[in-house]
């Protein structure tokens, strides 16, 4: 179920009203099978690796816990990694890696034909696997205590706003709204509504309408682009994925809101950062305040002086980029955002820490958002391109040409026209350092705001329906 | 924020929408000569009733419509037919076909001869309906059965069916956007139209072409049978388009076998751009052209029967 789809909104109208009529035990309960309900919609054969995952890793943390054995603890956790990590690596990386080393071989002149299995991504597995797998080595690493109710532990796993997408909420967040009772608290019916309805703004008027631009420039062959095409092609993919996954999770915090569960933002203005660090703390905050805790501290973090310091971000940002996807431009996207990390990194040693996230004027402060935002251009660039022929061809193009064909004022309108609202009210709440800021506006800019919105969302649906881009990670 | 002052900021935009919807309902015929012409379609039909001569109807989308010139038609059939066009733009066989039942059928309208102008998979039940049009224009509620069982069976389609019977405001929502884009983004039309020729790259539509079940035509069957019913007579013809296209065996077969007459006019203007004013659509030379074409067809066939 999509959460632009008129069969999800009719099934949360049913999920809520059940809700509201429940005690606790049964509000967890029925949430558990509006859970399994939601995602088996998609696919119910996808099911059982949830339910084995919520298996293994529910009896895994028991056994973890009631362990002083340090030998036993690690061979459960490494049971927990292998079977979570298993399944990720069989369903997204499988075929990438059999390819690779076929082709690895056959360099060496040894032919070998490995089976290529036709292999369906389950949607969302990245992100459940991640989340439970925090659980056990949260549970290992005895920050929080596990659970002995299976069902609510059940429902950690698979809570359906943020199944398929994320946020990736920490048991030590979620797991105890769960546990306890909820409450509903004076504002939560405001920000759920604004969170909703800002999170279908971003996806259905943003993405959805950036999606055709991006979709004629990255089809097209590279030879009838120019270079300021391909430069507007990349603002407008910015402005897609930026939409589309922070609609959805504004839309999962939302909904889970409406249902008295606080779950974390998962993006802050990005386009806003002044810097690689400042842009991670801001984009996908779930994924790369996991990668942080579970990837980069372990390996030694910021502690073990410059040359390990920048050997543990590219590393950290190289598996980041395999986690979005098994291909050399999703590697390469990841080693890119390493590279950059460790050039602003090694700037702030010469310059001091606060060069970049405390400028000393306006000016810098509006270069620094400027030069990284087209950084980050480049970085999509990697992201979305089909093959890394394509990115150096772009590339090319982007450094030669700068023709200004019809096609190219044509979409930067269309930016202009989509983009600038939401950019300016994201100025509003990063001036302000409140995301919630509409929440507590005045009733005529609320009145504004919200009017603009739902029009837009009735006049600006496209034609054609995108699903979300990240599904399929 | 308390309560009664978030009910009072959505009571404020209902009410708005509320407004706007009934704005809308009064500036329809201005929104666009399309809405004009299907709010005009009873009074088509009328006429079509109180006259005593034969009737011709060109039931279509705007291939037809930009190829057809009626006056010249008219003049060359020496006024001797009752003429008229319907044809809302970007239609199909869903929206014909309820036009025909609820417009000309449920009316006991007499028809002489219904003349189709199709394209591609347009008389296909596999084409895509648009639901909220059906629901606000062509369909009645008790027609909902029947679309269903045609394959409007979607959850969103038959939700848009309902929001499109009671929201003109949701409607018209894509004549809104279109007039609003066209005069804020340079080349709007040109690229949208180029992005609609080349239809949808995205996942969505491959799962639907790689779902798509064997051809169907249960609508333009039905569309058959009810005519015949009238005495009516169904002529069908394959509309000219710049760069060509299909039309399966099973199609041709039925048409032969089912309408009265059936045109396959896709070559007609084979190579020849300057009939076409942006590939699909007609020119003044090109309309004029196709409308002798169909008088010269016309004349014998009509006369002699």
């Known amino acids: 179920m999509l959460f632009n789809s008129y069969i999800f909104w009719a099934f949360f109208v049913v999920v809520i009203m059940l809700y509201f009529r429940l005690q606790h035990k049964y509000q967890n309960r029925m949430l558990l099978i509006a859970s399994y309900i939601f995602y088996g919609y998609w696919d119910y054969r996808f099911l059982s690796l949830i339910f084995i995952s919520t298996v293994v890793d529910y009896f895994v943390a028991l056994k973890i816990a009631d362990s002083d054995d340090s030998k036993i603890r690690k061979r459960l956790l490494l049971l927990s990694i292998a079977t979570n990590l298993g399944f990720l690596g069989f369903f997204k990386y499988y075929n990438f890696f059999s390819n690779e080393f076929a082709s690895i071989l056959s360099s060496f002149g040894v032919d070998t034909s490995l089976p290529v299995l036709n292999i369906i991504l389950p949607v969302g597995i990245s992100f459940y696997t991640f989340q439970t797998l925090s659980y056990t080595i949260d549970t290992y690493r005895k920050k929080i205590d596990p659970t002995d109710k299976f069902l609510d532990f059940a429902l950690y796993v698979s809570f359906f706003p943020q199944l398929v997408a994320g946020p990736i909420e920490r048991a030590s967040h979620l797991l105890p709204q769960i546990l306890q009772v909820r409450k509903l608290q004076g504002a939560a019916f405001s920000e759920g509504l604004f969170l909703v309805v800002s999170g279908l703004f971003k996806k259905i008027v943003i993405a959805d309408n950036m999606a055709p631009i991006v979709n004629t420039i990255f089809s097209k062959p590279v030879s009838e682009l120019s270079g300021f095409e391909v430069l507007i092609g990349l603002y407008a993919f910015a402005f897609q994925i930026y939409g589309d996954f922070s609609g959805y999770s504004s839309i999962a915090k939302g909904i889970a809101r409406w249902m008295g569960f606080e779950l974390m933002w998962n993006f802050r203005n990005p386009y806003f950062a002044t810097s690689p660090s400042d842009f991670w703390s801001r984009w996908h905050i779930s994924l790369s305040t996991w990668i942080r805790d579970y990837i980069y501290i372990p390996l030694g973090g910021g502690r073990l002086g410059n040359f390990l310091t920048f050997r543990n971000l590219v590393l950290t940002m190289f598996l980041g980029g395999l986690w979005h996807g098994a291909g050399w431009t999703f590697i390469v996207w990841g080693l890119f955002h390493g590279a950059i990390l460790v050039v602003y990194h090694a700037i702030d040693a010469v310059k001091g820490k606060d060069y970049f996230t405390n400028p000393s004027s306006l000016g810098k402060h509006i270069l620094f958002v400027v030069v990284l935002f087209h950084l980050t251009c480049i970085s999509w660039l990697l992201f979305r391109a089909e093959s890394m022929r394509q990115v150096a061809d772009m590339l090319y193009l982007l450094s030669t040409d700068y023709r200004i064909t019809d096609y190219s004022t044509y979409a930067l309108a269309n930016i202009l026209f989509f983009v600038a609202p939401l950019m300016f009210f994201e100025y509003i709440t990063e001036r302000k350092s409140d995301l919630l800021y509409l929440v507590k506006a005045s009733s005529f800019t609320q009145y504004v705001s919200y009017l603009y919105m739902v029009l837009m969302l009735l006049f600006f649906v496209p034609l054609q329906k995108q699903v979300f881009i990240y599904f399929q990670f | ?305």
């Open chain 2, 1 to 305: 924020m308390n309560k009664k002052h978030d009910i009072a900021i959505l009571f404020a935009i209902a009410l708005t929408l509320f407004l706007l919807e009934i704005t809308i309902r009064i500036i329809e015929n201005d929104i666009s000569g399309n809405r004009n012409h299907i709010n005009d379609i009873p009074n088509i039909v009328d006429q079509i009733s109180k006259d005593q001569r034969p009737s011709v109807l060109f039931l279509g989308n705007s291939l037809i419509n930009e190829a057809v010139d009626v006056g010249q038609l008219s003049a060359s059939l020496n006024d001797t037919y009752r003429l008229n066009k319907i044809t809302p733009d970007g239609t199909s066989i869903w929206d014909w076909s309820m036009i025909a039942k609820n417009q000309l059928f449920d009316s006991n309208v007499k028809l002489d001869y219904l003349v189709i102008g199709f394209a591609w998979g347009l008389l296909n039940d596999e084409t895509q309906p648009n639901p909220s049009r059906l629901g606000g224009y062509f369909a009645k509620l008790s027609d909902l059965s029947l679309l269903i069982k045609y394959g409007m069976d979607e959850f969103a389609q038959v939700s848009e069916f309902f929001i499109g019977m009671t929201s003109k405001l949701f409607v018209n929502r894509e004549a809104v956007r279109n007039k609003l884009l066209d005069s804020l983004v340079p080349h709007y039309k040109q690229f949208v139209r180029a992005q609609n020729q080349a239809g949808a790259p995205d996942d969505t539509t491959q799962v639907k072409q790689l779902r798509a079940p064997p051809e169907d035509y249960k609508m333009l069957n039905k569309l058959i049978d009810q005519l015949d019913r009238e005495g009516g007579k169904l002529i069908a013809i394959a509309m000219p388009i710049e760069a060509g296209y299909e039309i399966s065996e099973e199609l041709s077969k039925l048409l032969e076998k089912r309408a009265y007459l059936y045109m396959d006019y896709r070559s007609l203007f084979e190579a020849e751009t300057e009939m076409y004013k942006d590939g699909l659509h007609l020119n003044d030379k090109g309309r004029h052209l196709f409308t002798s074409k169909l008088a010269k067809i016309f004349n014998p066939e009509m006369s002699g029967k």
